[in-house]
């Protein structure tokens, strides 16, 4: 079956970096948008930022990690990337990465990331 398998979360000092990277298997990787979300405690998962499948691929942020974060993708190596830096304790959630390609979605297992002193 699908799998999408994230690493690189963990904690980290406000203004420090991490980056997530998400590893796919059993998909045509090429094909479909990408995309990061996360979750915190109590709150509604959230789009964080996406990579849209193609040459004419475009990238699109939430307006709260807007140059902090980036996104990018390796399609031979079947991976999206999210560099993160800057953070704030306010980024502490559940990281999940996506794939979609109308009319499938798949989701990662997440990975934790904590900002804290």
């Known amino acids: 079956q699908v799998q999408l398998v994230e690493s690189g979360g963990g904690l980290v000092q406000p203004g420090g970096s991490l980056r997530l990277s998400c590893t796919a298997s059993k998909i045509i990787f090429g094909w479909y948008d990408m995309a990061w979300f996360r979750q915190a405690p109590g709150k509604e998962r959230e789009l964080v930022a996406n990579?849209?499948?193609?040459?004419?691929?475009?990238?699109n942020y939430a307006d709260f990690v807007k140059g902090r974060f980036t996104i990018s993708r390796d399609n031979a190596k079947r991976t999206v990337f999210m560099q993160m830096n800057n953070l704030e304790p306010e980024d502490t959630a559940v990281y999940y990465c996506n794939a979609h390609r109308t009319p499938q979605q798949f989701w990662g297992q997440g990975t934790q990331v904590t900002v804290s002193s």
């Open positions: 990579s849209t499948s193609g040459s004419a691929g475009t990238t």
